[in-house]
Structure formats: C-alpha cells, structure tokens
C-alpha cells in the first residue's frame, strides 16, 4: 500500500531568496543588460552624487556609477565563492567518503588531518594560503575553498558512518551487493542531502570570506569592482556613506538568501 504525501509548500520567505539569487545571477552573467553605465570609466564632474533617478547607488570618488560597479562586480564575487564550495565539496567529500567507508586504518588517519584543519580558523588559513600564492581573485577563491575542506569531509564522514548502518545497506549486503553498489545505489544517495545544504550554506560564507579577503586587499586591486573591494574604496569618504551601504548591502542581502534556502533544504531533507 503507498503511504500518499502532500505536496511541502515552500514559504515566502524562501520563495523571495529564490527571486533575489536569481537577480544576482542574471547580474553576473548579463550585466550589460541591468546598467548602461561603464563600471570602469566616470565623469569627474559628477563624482560622489547621491543616490538618484539617473545613478540608483550614486557614484564614486571618480563619478563612476556605483550601481554599475556592484552588477559589474557580482560575477568575480560569485564566481569566486562558487570555485571555492567546488573545492571543499569535492576534496572534503572525498576525504570524508574515504574515512567513513574504508575504514580501517584510514579512518583515523583521515580523521586527524580534519581535526587539524579544524583548529585552525579558516579566514587565518585562508589569508595564509592565498599570502602564499599571490594577491589575485582565483587564489582567495581556492584559499577559500581549501579552508572548507575539513568541514565536508567532517559532514560526509558522518553521514556515511550514519547511512552505513542502515538496515537496507546491511540487507543489500547480505543479498550479495558488492561494496560499489552499496556505496553508488544506498550510501551516497543518502548522504548527499545534508552535504547539499552545507554547500549552499557554505556558498553564503564564501562570499562573506572573499569579501573580507578582498576589502584587506587580498583579492584584484583596483579598478576591480568586487564587493569587498568597493567597501574598502568607499570607507575613505565619510561624507557618502553610500559607498559602502550600496555594496554592504548587496553582500548581506545575496548571504541572508542563501543562509534562508539553506536551512530550508537542511528541513526539507
């Protein structure tokens, strides 16, 4: 007999972090269509006006649009944030699907390398890292993402340990399922749902740890438009706090919805 299940409604305020990620989507990958205004090039005679009809977010200390700078400067925030939860998610899926299946002598030994990347805060591993390989966009991209491995490989350890005591894994061992069908059709299936939901979730946090990377002076110099960037350019002029609100903004509202999907598919799973 089948067990019939109503359909989950999915809440307003998810549905809304679904509008405002598509938004910052279409702002990176189509940000001509957003912005008539050259996010690199201003008219002097115009800098620092505030926020208006003609200039939404104002303009800089060298009259270029800022609105046009934060649609311009989505596509190296995300981006970046993006390369950086493949890394995690994959290197630390890995290690953690190694730890928790294999077992024996490489649980532990897997094991200790994840308590060591944990006690180390990942902003300070992630500053050493990319201190080490230079002061660009893809290096704080992939400090950020090596500073998240420890925390999937934690998560799918778990997971893995949790699923592989299962009844159904126990019952399609006994039935003659050899150990890559167990980990392909029952293991990993499992597994994955929780690991989606800290990838979103850690998305968010990668963009807040860019961003900082990037208003220290870690990311693209100048006349780059990342986000960080643009809140380190703007805290130099106090008179035009829309230098940083504009941008401050932009970041806190992309995490917020990202963090509200992230708890909402953390449920739903």
Request: aromatic share 8%; proline share 6%.
């Amino acid at each position: 007999m089948t067990k019939l299940t109503t359909p989950r409604t999915v809440p307003p305020a998810v549905v809304l972090s679904f509008v405002i990620l598509a938004l910052v989507g279409a702002w990176s990958l189509l940000p001509m269509h957003f912005t008539s205004f050259d996010a690199f090039v201003g008219i002097p005679a115009q800098k620092l006006q505030p926020p208006s009809a003609h200039h939404l977010f104002g303009t800089d200390n060298l009259g270029r649009d800022l609105f046009a700078r934060v649609v311009h400067g989505t596509w190296s925030s995300v981006t970046s944030a993006g390369i950086a939860v493949l890394i995690g998610l994959i290197a630390g899926g890995l290690l953690g699907l190694l730890s928790g299946f294999v077992g024996g002598w490489v649980d532990p030994v897997v094991s200790r390398l994840i308590d060591v990347l944990l006690a180390i805060p990942h902003f300070l591993l992630a500053v050493v890292i990319v201190s080490s390989f230079g002061f660009e966009t893809i290096n704080v991209a992939i400090a950020t993402g090596v500073s998240s491995i420890a925390v999937f490989a934690r998560l799918m350890r778990a997971e893995v340990l949790r699923t592989g005591t299962s009844v159904f894994v126990e019952a399609s061992g006994l039935l003659g399922g050899s150990r890559w069908h167990i980990l392909l059709r029952h293991v990993l299936p499992n597994a994955q749902r929780p690991v989606v939901a800290l990838a979103v979730l850690r998305f968010g946090t990668s963009i807040m740890v860019i961003a900082g990377l990037a208003f220290l002076g870690y990311g693209d110099p100048p006349p780059a438009a990342d986000w960080g960037l643009l809140v380190a350019s703007g805290k130099d002029y106090p008179s035009a706090p829309w230098l940083v609100a504009a941008p401050a903004v932009a970041i806190v509202v992309t995490v917020l919805a990202i963090n509200r999907i992230s708890r909402w598919l953390r449920r739903a799973a």
